[in-house]
């Protein structure tokens, strides 16, 4: 079973994550955990000192958590960026194509059920955070731009 998975070369950050608001009210910390409903665009200017932002999802139909790592990794973040909480096994794909490069649910995922669903599909359809290109780029590069 799977309690902690990582996509990131080197260790896992460690350090204790504070809340937004607590990390927006202090110079020291270098982890913040996103609350749903909490906006991510607040970290925006302290990207340069943030290794680690956890993004927490109460309800794995709770989609707000995907928002807000597209917004950190198209701003720039490079730290590592980690789903918590109600993370299914059918969402890692997903949550990888939006920045997401570790992974910490709340209950442990099967191990052949994430080698299945990481490997299931060669292509993707639709551009991403990942850099993948989409089936349709593939066909067609003339218009990947436009």
Known sequence: MVEFLSFRDGEAAQEPSVTVEAFTGQS???????????????????LDRLSLVEINFPAYGDGRGYSAARILRESGYRGELRAVGDVLVDQIVAMRRCGFDSFHPAKPLDDAAVDRALHRYADVYQKAIDGRTPIWAK????KING
Request: net charge negative.
């Open 28 to 46: 020291n910390s270098t982890a913040v955990r996103i609350e749903a409903g909490e906006d991510a665009r607040e970290l925006l200017p302290y």
């Open 139 to 142: 066909r067609h590069p003339e």
